[in-house]
DNA sequence: ATGAAAGCGCTAACAC
DNA sequence: GTGTTAGCGCTTTCAT
């Protein structure tokens, strides 16, 4: 068997009691003598502590689910890597429920797991879906009952302590749209996310705006609703340019990716015969004969602000009484190649 | 607090142990009927059986490590998400070790944490470095020591049972090179990925294989050393074109990206100066306006064969005696538009 | 400054 | 069929 608290404590000749003093680095009591013996020890004899009996024995355990969907895009790959790293470095393990399945059952399957793996945190980076109310608020009591912190990107209200991660999607929308309109382009289609995301809805308020503030009346026609993957894109391609539009607005990088894919089937250059802006701005990007242009989303610095933000949180002695709070980041233009100007000014400035 | 077992117990009007089997699902000798009601109660109360007890108490944990190098990858990404959805839902947790870094230290750390996680199985998705014979005796020590199975993809030799899913990178290289060959090119690049690792050399075998089965002797200057990541291919674009190759191999897709892109800033055209073959098949080969040739590794396949050979393993009952046995999976040639026929046939069949 | 003892939630041998 | 009991490895009062 593996040689716990006790052996150390026969061979340093003290008990269980000190040994777990000396290891656990508190404002522990022994004569700093003992402690050095006793981690020598220890060391020594290669002795690990058995997380699972010290979370049973009343100590936050050090384990941290991360609920993300789709890694395999980069965006979210990144996401994961970083949060992970800093929360590995700070010493605490990391339980990945990584699905792209969703529907209720899943998310019901996803909390009754959550509950059984007494977890110190959790981070919940599924898009919020603000029409679910009811199944939004069974989660919300189910994951709050846990009385851990939690974290969020965007939308859910978990009553739990913890931060609310969020970008400004709606000016990522907003900006893409506009820098597109300034280009010259009047007739812009959208490739949207899932409609039900909270997240899709913001960049397509965004783009709204752009265009309204442009003078023109934004058309459902314009907009295709995709589902954040290649395929979304490639599907929408020939559909918008069927909406003779010059120019698209994805949602993502990736379905971006999905159109110029599609592009090349077709035979349609970018940008000559579409302009094309994603958002997300992931390291493929540059990688394409033509560039893409697109939104960034600091999605490194995003998760490392959430592993930091965690840990801090956790260290704190009384963190059950606090509260919930919400940050912003900021979305920035990432132009390269995949937009043409049109006109000389904006076109509703030519008459 | 949350609903124990006793709970339950107090609630039916039986003992934890009547609980315990009730719910065990396995060969319990207890009334079909008091399973019924017992477990309805628990159902009601809304108990989740507490995992970190279960583990103490002797039960196997449900907790399988993951140890995989860069998930940004988006080709180790999908092997991640594969295992960890088989895992899930056979009722595991996965944990990850998500690392780039590397170096002894590193997997020192890495080998603590692992140890004092109590894992029921380990996934060690690292790439084995063949020289490092200390540190790896060091490291099968270690983890044998645990008394897990262990899954492994190349090289390692642990002793404890389970199986070393390998693809036969040699073939993959020796494919990729002929192909090269078979198109007429006789000055042919390789970009490696670090030469100490395994899978590095074994391309490179292959490689240097179909190079001398056509007659030509290896040049050692052809061949540079990246690391797998889009960065390594852009710095080796240059270097190869002063080395006047007409073809490249890139050990994977990131790098044959990074070739792509420093193509573009080198206004060199692929495949018309050069042509690119790569190895991996990743989604993103065939968004480029020259989609990537490459060697399909079926790494989803592979992913979903180690998830389920391991949850198989483990619920057999006395795996422990089990042994360790290893399985290959077969390169296959995914031709899209990046290699360039020159010659009518192979070079070495013109004198 | 240190030890003894109780107990965290669960399981498994052993009683009845 | 079902209950009792004794731990699993660790933490934490409370004694000393």
Redesign the interface.
Known sequence: MRVTIRDVAKACGVSCASVSMALGDKRCRLKPETVKRIRETAEKMNY??????A??AGRP?R?IGVVLE???N?HI??L??VI??VL?ENGF????????NTGEEEEERLV??I????LCALIWGRPYEPDRTEENNRLYERIDALGIPVFTMGGYEFASPGVNVCFDYEKAGYLAARHLLEAGHVRIGCVSGPKNYEVSRQRLEGYFRALREAGIEPDPKLVFEGDYT?EGGSRALPYLMGQGVTAIFAQNDEMA??I??SA?VYGIRIPEELSLIGCDNV??D??????LSTVEVPTGEMGSFIGKELVTLLQEEEWAGGTRRTVYYDPDLYLRGSVRKVGEGMPWKNE
Chains 1, 2 share one sequence.
Not at 93 to 100: A, F, L, S
Not at 115 to 118: D, G, I
Not at 286 to 291: A, H, N, R, S, T
């Open positions: 690990r502590p058995n997380h699972a009996a979370s049973l355990s384990m789709d890694i395999r980069p790959a990144q994961y890597m992970s790293g590995r393990m990391v339980v990945g429920h990584i699905t792209e009754s797991e509950a059984s793996e007494n290649r990716f999905g110029y894919r090349r390291p493929f540059d990688v394409l004969e033509i560039p």
